[in-house]
């Protein structure tokens, strides 16, 4: 008997195998559990060697990471099992227009080592929103800002991610999605609750090396399956499915356009225009101004090993289309009747979600192409996208909500009650992205990746656009940023409401959403957001107070080099003060009981007596801490691979253009 839970089975009713479980047999069970150990391995491996008692050992792992694990971790941390399920399923659907959203990463990466990380490591900062108290003043912004991450985190991030890849073990496993969601969240969450930054991306690493081997063999699997690339070519424009009743042909017909990423401005379900500008904003969002992966950056210990593991997760991001989308695009050649239905019933049998399922390409290929042990590796690979991503997530998250809203209600909190704070609100986060995961499923006619970069075009551009100005022109003002937030979010906001209230519809029953609201390509309403809220923050600014340059060293680009003292416009909500609590806080040894100083320990809460700093010293710490200053050679080095970079990013994007 099948029960439903909010659209998810308990088990498959796609036919006479709905009681086989793919993955019971020993050789897989072993290398599931072998992944298992070896990264938990690593996680503890990290959490002991790294200083996890401080706000700077927890959040920026001490500045003291260098660039291949930065890069392995910028990619993983972007590679979720969204890009799995949601990258393979929408290629599936509509072709190889959705890998330009992976390669114009490219570009932009290189965007985000050489213009924004700059700026960011000169201001001495941790999270994004204290830039913009740096850069404004006030506290408004910061809140908005830190309260619009955290729910992008939800709607976007962490309920996509946990949705693909419960998607995965339903296939696999036949489990109750939501069982199998709080198993995976478990885990994920111990390591990063207890280990900090340096615990995850020394993980993020080991998920890369995972990924991306797993990934390389279900692509030789799938490519030798259809016969190579040319047949492949071939056979996916002639993928349809069977039961099709009186539906109109272009709805399972796949689309001329196939094989194209650059399409039509007009009638392109992805248009050019749309795809070089609209997505670049989203990705200068995304790239340059998200706590998750400006974090890492700031972890590194120089500028060199910044810019160097920018251009490493350049390189990684080549990949997915490779990796994902011809794999997707295969399965729908192979399970047509599956992976393309159009029949509302039809796509229920097989999926449990009447809309498509094209999200199952991915996990179909594993289950049913990999043999025995390698099937096990790419759950492993699933599971390593989904834990690697959630990490990532969880970590800055709780930087978020701990740096800039929680020190604004306890400014006189010690670095102890902080990392407890920062470490129980993931809980917290973790519950609500459980709760959105039933909108996930049904949004925009169940393509997930059209699902996460719609939201991202009606909540993002307003950010991007503040981040920009904030940097290059030094004549924006707190008033016109803060306006030019609010009036983007509202418009965003409304967009995002209607679309939702009226459904997206499908081909085959299409949305009542009025043309005016939905007839906008969501990457277009992008661009016109990002103009309207660019004017807004500009001209308001103009018609207000400047702010004064001694207020803005090296905090926007014309400034970004002046040696003169920076006065802020507000003093930090908290700084670090041991020289009171040291000793008021610390308990004494014959106090603690053995169990509570191993789960102090285990959780890097113990206490500990850190040398008092002089003000020259405390001087000079922060000196190296925001020193941008690089090796010739190596800056020389990582500027040419830089070019490099750029010239094979124009090359694939001409090439498949």
């Not at 291949?68 to 590679?79: E, K, R, V």
């Not at 199998?180 to 478990?186: D, K, S, T, Y």
């Not at 706590?291 to 090993?305: D, E, F, G, T």
């Not at 030019?484 to 519809?505: D, N, V």
């Amino acid at each position: 008997m099948m029960r439903n839970y909010f659209g998810f089975s308990l088990t498959r009713s796609n036919g006479s195998d709905a009681d086989t479980v793919p993955l019971n047999n020993p050789a897989d069970i072993s290398v599931i559990v072998i992944y298992f150990l070896v990264v938990l391995g690593v996680g503890v491996w990290a959490m002991v060697r790294s200083n996890r008692s401080t706000v700077g050992g927890f959040f920026l792992a001490g500045r003291s990471m260098v660039w291949w694990p930065i890069g392995a971790s910028l990619f993983a941390s972007n590679i979720g099992s969204g890009h799995f399920v949601g990258l393979a399923g929408t290629a599936a659907a509509t072709g190889i227009a959705i890998g330009g959203f992976e390669w114009n990463a490219l570009i932009v990466v290189v965007i985000l080592g050489w213009v924004f990380v700059p700026i960011y490591i000169k201001a001495g900062i941790v999270t994004m929103p204290e830039y913009l108290k740096k850069r404004f003043g006030g506290q408004r912004i910061r809140i908005y800002l830190s309260v619009l991450s955290l729910f992008l985190y939800v709607f976007t991030k962490i309920s996509a991610d946990m949705f693909s890849g419960a998607i995965f073990i339903n296939q696999a496993l036949k489990l109750n999605i939501y069982v199998a969601v709080i198993a995976l969240l478990l885990i994920t969450a111990l390591y990063t609750v207890t280990g900090g930054l340096a615990a995850v991306i020394y993980t993020d690493t080991l998920q890369t090396i995972i990924m991306i081997v797993g990934s390389f063999i279900l692509m030789g699997f799938a490519f030798h399956e259809v016969g190579g690339y040319e047949n492949f070519q071939t056979s996916y424009m002639a993928a349809v499915p069977s039961v099709t009743t009186n539906i109109s042909e272009t709805c399972f017909t796949p689309r001329a356009d196939s094989f194209h990423i650059f399409r039509n401005a007009v009638t392109g379900d992805l248009p050019w225009p749309g795809l070089v500008f609209g997505l670049t904003i989203q990705a200068t969002w995304y790239w340059c101004t998200d706590q998750v992966i400006v974090q890492r950056c700031l972890s590194a210990k120089n500028m060199s090993h910044v810019k160097a593991g920018c251009i490493l997760c350049g390189y990684l991001k080549l990949l997915p289309m490779f990796l994902m989308v011809f794999p997707g695009m295969i399965s729908r050649i192979l399970y047509p009747d599956e992976v393309a239905c159009v029949e509302p019933s039809e796509c229920n049998k097989y999926c449990g979600a009447s809309v498509g399922c094209s999200n199952i390409a991915y996990p179909k290929l594993v289950v049913d192409l990999m043999p025995d042990g390698l099937r096990g590796l790419m759950l492993s690979v699933m599971l390593a996208s989904l834990m690697s991503s959630l990490t990532s997530i969880f970590n800055s998250a709780s930087t978020l909500f701990t740096m800039d809203i929680y020190t604004k209600f306890r400014r006189s909190a010690t670095e102890k009650e902080l990392m407890i704070a920062g470490r129980v609100f993931i809980l917290v986060l973790i519950g609500l992205s459980i709760a959105w995961i039933p909108v996930v499923q049904s949004a925009q006619s169940g393509q997930l990746f059209d699902y996460i970069q719609s939201i991202t075009s009606y909540l993002t551009p307003p950010i991007a656009a503040l981040f920009m100005l904030a940097i290059f022109c030094k004549r924006v003002n707190e008033t016109g940023a803060f306006y030019g937030l609010l009036i983007g979010l509202f418009i965003g906001l409304s967009r995002m409401i209607a679309e939702f209230a009226y459904g997206t519809g499908t081909c085959v029953d299409p949305g009542n959403c009025p043309t005016i609201i939905c007839g906008v390509h969501y990457l277009y309403f992008s661009i016109i957001l990002f103009v309207i809220s660019c004017i807004i923050i500009l001209s308001v600014s103009l018609m207000t107070k400047p702010i004064e340059d001694k207020h803005l060293y090296r905090l926007c680009w014309t400034l970004r080099n002046s040696k003169e003292e920076r006065v802020d416009l507000e003093e930090d909500d908290w700084v670090e003060n041991q020289d009171v609590h040291s000793m008021t806080e610390e308990e004494p040894a014959q106090k603690q009981n053995l169990c509570k100083k191993a789960v102090m320990c285990f959780c890097g809460l113990e206490q500990k007596k850190a040398p008092k700093l002089s003000p020259e010293e405390q001087a000079e710490l922060q000196k190296k801490l925001t020193d941008t200053t690089e090796t010739p050679i190596w800056r020389n080095i990582v500027n040419a691979n830089a070019l490099i970079l750029l010239c094979v990013a124009v090359f694939f994007h001409g090439f498949y253009g």
